[in-house]
């Protein structure tokens, strides 16, 4: 007997295996020629013994493109920290005034000249001007065979399309799964929560704004944290369920299902949309708690805006995704700030709005990508 399908399923069926054929064939042929060639390509030390006595080399952590928030930066640094260890390489992170294609939207001078270490300490034991000064002196033993670093093209492949990275949720190689899946989600913050264990080090300075907040505002009572994207969300590479935008309606019932188990509750919120914000004040009255931080009332990231300093941006995105990470349950959507919290406290327990809620009405429609 003929299958019969009807005409928009014949697209989805068609949609599907032009994604397979791509992902699964066409990418990694590619990028093992890229692999090849990098491999063939890069410096050759003439080291004699291991640097530190573990290292057999320093590897370069840089990110390939402007158009990125924070923990887009972050997760940049956790996949190729995987690189590097595995190659017996030194990681060493910099993130300067520009950030591939474009400027760094974090850099901020009078802070100095690597933005990773605004708001971080060195992953290894040599920061990037340790790794310079060495360079500059002739007497140190570290010339530049001894660095290495991947080409942007490569850099693509290890964030989007490698099946062993790190992904905050399905996008690149993974957007094919558009349903929950709780074990693959298990298994990427396993991944990284080892990695933030033992090389992440959040800068003291930003750990005391953490500090002061909790214990002036949330210390002693049932917190849920809410994290709500607006703006550009949906301008990265995902399935339309991973990149709807979820309107604050849709948290309510979630919100008010935590107050019943919980009375008196607090909501902290974190969100980059000024009307998200205006929501649930007016919805939650003072139990509603939040940072004063740059927000917008546009589709423009507040990163991207022109107005407030560069450093701050990244200061107050850091710094809410912590408080999220303390709350007793988060609500989350689908993107890195929130996601990153759960690598932080492997004890916190979340749901993930997008997975969530289905109803058109609680879906805003997708942003064109902001330039």
């Known amino acids: 007997m003929a299958l019969s399908l009807h005409p928009?399923?014949?697209?989805?069926?068609l949609r599907w295996a032009r994604s397979v054929a791509h992902w699964n064939v066409a990418f990694p042929l590619r990028y093992a020629y890229i692999q090849r060639q990098y491999a063939k390509n890069r410096p050759k030390t003439t080291r004699s013994e291991p640097i530190l006595g573990k290292y057999d080399g320093i590897f370069l952590i840089r990110i390939n493109h402007s158009y990125a928030g924070l923990f887009a930066y972050f997760m940049f640094v956790l996949n190729q920290i995987r690189y590097a260890e595995k190659r017996r390489l030194m990681p060493v992170v910099y993130f300067g005034k520009q950030s591939g294609n474009g400027d760094n939207a974090y850099y901020e001078p009078e802070y100095g000249e690597n933005v990773w270490e605004y708001y971080f300490e060195p992953v290894?034991?040599?920061s990037y001007a340790k790794l310079q000064s060495l360079l500059e002196s002739p007497g140190s033993g570290i010339t530049s065979a001894d660095v290495y670093k991947l080409n942007f093209e490569y850099l693509t492949y290890l964030h989007m399309?490698?099946?062993k990275s790190i992904y905050g949720y399905p996008y690149g190689f993974y957007q094919y799964i558009t349903e929950y899946d709780a074990a693959w989600f298990a298994q990427q913050r396993e991944k990284a929560r080892d990695l933030v264990d033992r090389y992440i080090r959040v800068k003291r300075s930003i750990l005391d704004i953490?500090?002061?907040f909790h214990t002036r505002h949330l210390r002693g009572r049932p917190v849920v944290g809410v994290h709500m994207r607006g703006t550009d969300k949906g301008a990265a590479v995902g399935s339309d369920r991973t990149m709807a935008i979820i309107r604050p309606e849709a948290y309510f019932e979630q919100i008010d299902r935590f107050e019943e188990r919980h009375p008196g509750c607090l909501v902290f919120v974190a969100t980059d949309q000024t009307q998200y914000l205006e929501a649930m004040k007016a919805r939650y009255s003072e139990r509603a708690t939040f940072r004063d931080v740059q927000r917008s009332n546009d589709r423009l990231n507040p990163f991207q805006k022109k107005e407030g300093s560069p450093y701050k941006k990244g200061?107050?995105?850091?710094?809410?995704?912590l408080i999220l990470s303390r709350c007793d349950f988060l609500l989350k959507c689908t993107s890195h700030l929130s996601e990153t919290a759960m690598y932080f406290n492997r004890r916190l327990e979340c749901t993930d709005m997008n997975y969530l809620i289905h109803e058109a009405e609680h879906v805003e429609k997708k942003p064109r990508l902001v330039s």
Do not use: G, I, N
């Open 161 to 163: 399309y490698d099946p």
């Open 210 to 212: 953490v500090d002061a």
């Open 124 to 126: 290894a034991e040599w």
């Open 8 to 13: 928009s399923q014949w697209k989805t069926c």
């Open 315 to 321: 200061e107050e995105a850091l710094v809410d995704c």
